[in-house]
Protein backbone atom coordinates (compact mmCIF):
# COMPACT_ATOMS: atom_id res chain seq x y z
CA UNK A 1 0.00 0.00 0.00
CA UNK A 2 1.61 3.23 -0.88
CA UNK A 3 0.75 6.84 0.03
CA UNK A 4 1.99 9.94 -2.25
CA UNK A 5 2.49 13.18 -1.09
CA UNK A 6 2.06 15.51 -4.18
CA UNK A 7 2.57 19.24 -4.39
CA UNK A 8 0.18 19.92 -7.67
CA UNK A 9 1.40 22.76 -9.49
CA UNK A 10 -0.51 25.87 -10.53
CA UNK A 11 -2.56 24.43 -13.57
CA UNK A 12 -1.78 20.89 -13.52
CA UNK A 13 -5.64 18.76 -14.20
CA UNK A 14 -6.04 16.64 -11.29
CA UNK A 15 -6.27 13.63 -12.95
CA UNK A 16 -3.55 11.04 -15.35
CA UNK A 17 -5.64 11.02 -18.60
CA UNK A 18 -5.96 14.53 -20.55
CA UNK A 19 -8.63 16.81 -20.19
CA UNK A 20 -10.91 16.96 -23.16
CA UNK A 21 -12.20 20.58 -22.50
CA UNK A 22 -8.42 21.74 -21.97
CA UNK A 23 -6.17 19.06 -23.75
CA UNK A 24 -3.21 21.42 -23.49
CA UNK A 25 -3.16 21.74 -19.99
CA UNK A 26 -0.84 19.38 -18.26
CA UNK A 27 -1.58 16.45 -16.13
CA UNK A 28 -0.61 14.45 -12.72
CA UNK A 29 1.00 11.63 -15.82
CA UNK A 30 3.61 14.06 -16.53
CA UNK A 31 4.70 14.49 -12.53
CA UNK A 32 3.90 10.66 -11.60
CA UNK A 33 4.86 7.87 -13.39
CA UNK A 34 3.81 5.11 -10.55
CA UNK A 35 1.44 2.82 -11.87
CA UNK A 36 -1.83 2.29 -10.49
CA UNK A 37 -2.22 5.60 -8.20
CA UNK A 38 -5.13 7.25 -8.12
CA UNK A 39 -6.05 10.98 -6.05
CA UNK A 40 -7.58 10.57 -3.01
CA UNK A 41 -9.86 13.87 -3.44
CA UNK A 42 -9.30 16.69 -6.36
CA UNK A 43 -7.79 20.02 -6.22
CA UNK A 44 -9.26 23.24 -8.92
CA UNK A 45 -6.51 23.47 -11.77
CA UNK A 46 -6.36 27.15 -10.86
CA UNK A 47 -5.72 25.99 -7.06
CA UNK A 48 -2.10 24.70 -5.99
CA UNK A 49 -0.84 22.71 -3.19
CA UNK A 50 -0.99 19.00 -1.55
CA UNK A 51 -2.24 16.36 -2.98
CA UNK A 52 -2.53 12.71 -1.37
CA UNK A 53 -2.85 9.76 -3.90
CA UNK A 54 -2.75 6.23 -3.18
CA UNK A 55 -2.96 2.26 -4.85
CA UNK A 56 -5.65 1.70 -2.04
CA UNK A 57 -8.87 1.84 -2.52
CA UNK A 58 -10.04 1.80 0.31
CA UNK A 59 -7.74 4.18 1.80
CA UNK A 60 -8.43 6.39 -0.92
CA UNK A 61 -12.50 6.27 0.06
CA UNK A 62 -11.13 6.53 4.05
CA UNK A 63 -8.62 9.64 3.12
CA UNK A 64 -11.89 11.56 0.60
CA UNK A 65 -14.59 10.54 2.18
CA UNK A 66 -16.41 13.22 3.82
CA UNK A 67 -17.67 10.86 7.38
CA UNK A 68 -13.92 10.55 8.18
CA UNK A 69 -13.21 14.45 8.24
CA UNK A 70 -9.71 14.94 7.09
CA UNK A 71 -9.38 18.52 7.93
CA UNK A 72 -7.46 20.78 5.09
CA UNK A 73 -5.89 23.38 5.44
CA UNK A 74 -5.83 25.90 3.31
CA UNK A 75 -3.43 29.47 2.28
CA UNK A 76 -5.91 32.07 0.17
CA UNK A 77 -4.57 35.00 -0.64
CA UNK A 78 -7.59 37.57 -0.96
CA UNK A 79 -8.38 40.67 -2.79
CA UNK A 80 -8.84 43.16 -0.12
CA UNK A 81 -8.30 43.44 3.71
CA UNK A 82 -10.84 41.73 6.03
CA UNK A 83 -12.50 43.19 8.90
CA UNK A 84 -13.89 41.55 12.34
CA UNK A 85 -17.12 41.08 10.34
CA UNK A 86 -16.13 39.53 7.52
CA UNK A 87 -13.42 36.87 9.14
CA UNK A 88 -16.79 35.94 11.35
CA UNK A 89 -18.84 35.83 8.07
CA UNK A 90 -16.38 33.03 7.27
CA UNK A 91 -15.93 30.84 10.58
CA UNK A 92 -19.86 30.50 10.87
CA UNK A 93 -21.88 28.37 8.56
CA UNK A 94 -22.18 30.50 5.20
CA UNK A 95 -25.32 29.68 2.87
CA UNK A 96 -23.48 29.56 -0.90
CA UNK A 97 -26.87 28.72 -2.32
CA UNK A 98 -26.71 25.20 -3.29
CA UNK A 99 -25.47 23.90 0.27
CA UNK A 100 -24.32 25.66 3.76
CA UNK A 101 -20.89 25.24 4.51
CA UNK A 102 -19.86 24.11 7.92
CA UNK A 103 -18.44 26.09 10.80
CA UNK A 104 -14.55 26.65 9.57
CA UNK A 105 -11.38 27.80 11.38
CA UNK A 106 -10.25 30.87 9.84
CA UNK A 107 -6.73 32.98 10.73
CA UNK A 108 -5.78 36.44 8.91
CA UNK A 109 -2.03 35.74 8.51
CA UNK A 110 1.39 37.03 6.95
CA UNK A 111 2.57 35.26 3.85
CA UNK A 112 4.51 32.19 4.63
CA UNK A 113 8.01 32.64 4.02
CA UNK A 114 8.48 29.33 2.63
CA UNK A 115 5.87 29.85 -0.17
CA UNK A 116 7.21 29.44 -3.69
CA UNK A 117 6.06 31.93 -5.57
CA UNK A 118 3.53 31.51 -8.36
CA UNK A 119 4.26 31.12 -11.78
CA UNK A 120 2.94 33.09 -13.95
CA UNK A 121 2.42 35.37 -11.16
CA UNK A 122 -0.93 37.10 -9.21
CA UNK A 123 -1.30 40.38 -11.03
CA UNK A 124 -1.16 43.26 -8.58
CA UNK A 125 -2.85 46.58 -8.12
CA UNK A 126 -1.59 49.20 -6.00
CA UNK A 127 -4.70 50.78 -5.64
CA UNK A 128 -6.21 47.68 -3.93
CA UNK A 129 -4.02 45.67 -0.72
CA UNK A 130 -4.04 42.15 -0.61
CA UNK A 131 -4.02 40.02 2.72
CA UNK A 132 -3.30 35.99 3.41
CA UNK A 133 -5.89 33.64 5.02
CA UNK A 134 -5.35 30.23 6.18
CA UNK A 135 -9.02 28.71 6.22
CA UNK A 136 -9.30 24.93 7.83
CA UNK A 137 -12.58 22.89 6.78
CA UNK A 138 -13.18 19.21 6.82
CA UNK A 139 -15.70 19.44 3.84
CA UNK A 140 -14.84 20.25 0.45
CA UNK A 141 -17.46 21.04 -1.89
CA UNK A 142 -16.38 21.98 -5.20
CA UNK A 143 -14.65 25.44 -5.22
CA UNK A 144 -15.89 26.20 -1.62
CA UNK A 145 -13.01 28.21 -0.69
CA UNK A 146 -13.09 30.27 -3.63
CA UNK A 147 -17.15 30.46 -3.04
CA UNK A 148 -16.96 31.25 0.62
CA UNK A 149 -14.38 34.69 0.22
CA UNK A 150 -16.37 35.38 -3.06
CA UNK A 151 -19.81 35.68 -0.88
CA UNK A 152 -18.38 37.83 1.89
CA UNK A 153 -17.02 40.36 -0.68
CA UNK A 154 -13.29 38.93 -0.81
CA UNK A 155 -12.63 37.56 -3.47
CA UNK A 156 -9.85 34.60 -4.08
CA UNK A 157 -6.23 35.48 -6.18
CA UNK A 158 -4.66 32.69 -5.14
CA UNK A 159 -5.43 29.31 -3.28
CA UNK A 160 -3.22 26.78 -1.87
CA UNK A 161 -3.76 23.70 -0.07
CA UNK A 162 -0.92 23.10 2.74
CA UNK A 163 -2.01 20.70 4.74
CA UNK A 164 -4.74 17.13 4.74
CA UNK A 165 -4.77 15.51 8.10
CA UNK A 166 -1.18 15.47 9.59
CA UNK A 167 0.97 16.10 6.37
CA UNK A 168 1.36 20.18 5.75
CA UNK A 169 3.86 21.02 3.12
CA UNK A 170 5.37 23.28 5.43
CA UNK A 171 6.90 20.05 7.78
CA UNK A 172 6.91 17.86 4.41
CA UNK A 173 8.42 20.28 2.13
CA UNK A 174 7.65 20.09 -1.14
CA UNK A 175 8.13 22.46 -4.24
CA UNK A 176 5.58 22.47 -7.18
CA UNK A 177 5.42 19.20 -8.40
CA UNK A 178 7.75 17.14 -6.33
CA UNK A 179 6.42 14.19 -4.32
CA UNK A 180 7.16 11.90 -2.00
CA UNK A 181 5.78 8.39 -0.08
CA UNK A 182 4.66 8.16 3.25
CA UNK A 183 3.67 5.73 5.76
CA UNK A 184 0.37 4.97 5.31
CA UNK A 185 0.05 4.68 9.32
CA UNK A 186 0.32 8.31 10.09
CA UNK A 187 -2.73 9.15 8.52
CA UNK A 188 -5.92 8.45 11.11
CA UNK A 189 -9.40 8.91 10.11
CA UNK A 190 -12.30 10.30 12.69
CA UNK A 191 -15.63 9.73 13.14
Given at each position: ???????????VM????????????????????????????????????????????????????????????????????????????????????????????????????????????????????????????????????RR????????????????????????????????????????????
Amino acid sequence: MSLILFNKPYQVMCQFSADTAHPERPTLAQYLDIPGIYPAGRLDADSEGLMLLTDDGKLQHAISHPMHKQAKTYLVQIDGVPDTHSLERLRQPLDLGDFTTQSSEVRQVLEPAWLWPRSPPIRTRKEHPTSWLTIVISEGKNRQIRRMTAAVGLPTLRLVRIAIGPFALHTDPLLPGEWKMVEPATLTMRR
